[in-house]
């Protein structure tokens, strides 16, 4: 067990040893430029040593104390082999730390050396090569990333300045699945929130494909539910303000796992709130296990929405002979039907410069693809729509572009279920995701509707669907399940 640790430890060590030395000699070798004379390239130059050799120091410290750590993981791991909610310090302790200093460490990072490898070329470059030659300018985007990157830091900075080391208590460890969840977030607000504090737990499935430099990292949703707290909700406490959170986990869900790091399981909690200056975001990684006091997924009655929601995208309206309607209009998810047609912009804009400049055919060819792909896509959420005709015996529905398509017919006695799923997701873990109404008939998989943003809508929708198939729970069992 020790010896992956040890390995990596002493990779960090002798890696540190570069930055180390380079970034002492420049740093060196800038002072003796700036004794003999000011120039702003050798205080560019000061600056880079000092960071290399900052990042030397942070990666020599983490050779240092990293297989420490690691023995500690290995010994928690051997005394708790069944528990892994006891495998981290702060889980063990019956509380959770914010993800905001890892993200905030990150982000210094990236700006400090994006900016120290960029800031440079603002100097050394010579004006009379940019008046020759335009073309050279182009360097100039690069100091400016680094600039953009810098700001976002020092956002981070500020936010960890205005709401301090936050934390989730939790009520009991660990995170029951098929149970409630409690908790309480303990920040400093200097500022009650304007608007109202955005809580969402959500189990996220990170996959890591491809090897070396061709590595890629997704993040799909695999279930969120999301909460929303008025200012009035939130109260005082020791460290400052505490957010109290609570949601119903379901029994059928995947719990976390960590066991192979190219194919996890994570639970996340985020928080979000609207505060004059700079907004608070928060996020803690739950440990969400099944225990033997979970219940089975088989004996569990998922809960249900039973009202509508405040502002519906989708319209409920009767039609003749009794009959209820559910239609889906076209382009009711304006922002993600934006994101995709940009998407497909840039693409088209690519793929006509490859060909303009005669890039050899595969890279058009392949570009073409996704824009196909990209295209279709846009299509769908800006034209596409769906009705779904309940009455009669017969469940009607019709799905294409602006009110087209063939009108399929299911007689209720062949309905076993009608469910909500995530098919697409906008952004990563931390995302929108959109919720599709599926119908299960006779073994076959029928989509209803697609990408609802609003999960209470969905919900509400497939308790209304089922109520007038015949499939709908009595009251007493939906109101305990709740």
Known sequence: MDRPGTAAAAFLLLFSLPFLGFGAFVFVAAIRHLAGGWAPANLAFLVFGLFFFAVGAVLLATGIVGPAKLREADRRRAEHPNQPWLW??????????????????????????????????IFLVPREVIYKRPIVAVAFLFPLIGLVLMVTALREVWRRLEFGNTSLQLASVPCEIGREFRGAIHARFAHSPEHAVQ???????????????????????????????????LYPAPTGTSIPVSFHIPADV??????????????LLTADADVPGVDYQDSFELPVFRTAASPAASTTVP??????PAHPTILVRPV???????????????????????????????????????????????????????????????????????????????????DGGITREIPFAQITAVQTAITAQQ???????????????DSERITLGKTIRDKHEAEWLVSEMKRRIGLERPKAMAAAAR
């Not at 995947?254 to 639970?267: A, G, L, M």
């Not at 809960?303 to 509508?308: G, Q, R, Y």
């Not at 009705?387 to 009669?392: F, L, M």
Request: glycine share 8%; hydrophobic share 45%; with cysteine.
């Open 199 to 233: 809580l969402k737990l959500s189990c996220i499935n990170v996959v890591t494909s491809g090897s070396g430099d061709n590595q890629t990292k997704s993040e799909k949703i695999l279930w969120r539910d999301e909460v929303t707290l008025s200012g009035a909700e």
């Open 320 to 402: 003749a002979n009794g009959a209820t309607e559910f239609y889906f209009p076209a382009a009711r998810n304006k922002q993600f039907a934006g994101g995709i047609s940009t998407f497909g912009v840039i693409f088209a804009a690519l793929i006509w410069f490859m060909t303009a400049h005669g890039a050899p055919f595969i890279f058009p060819l392949v570009f073409s693809v996704f824009e196909v792909v990209l295209i279709y896509a846009a299509m769908q959420l800006w034209m596409g729509t769906s009705s779904v005709v309940i009455g009669s015996g017969v469940l009607r529905v019709r799905s294409g572009f602006l």
């Open 303 to 308: 809960p249900e929405w039973t009202e509508a």
């Open 88 to 121: 981290r310090d702060d889980w063990a302790e019956g509380y959770v730390k914010s993800t905001r200093k890892s993200n905030l460490i990150s982000k210094c990072l990236l700006a400090g050396f994006w900016n120290v490898v960029s800031a440079p070329v």
């Open 427 to 441: 952004g990563q873990a931390t995302g929108t995701p959109y919720y599709d109404i599926q119908l299960l008939a």
């Open 254 to 267: 995947p719990q976390s796992d960590s066991t192979s790091p190219r194919n996890s399981i994570v639970w």
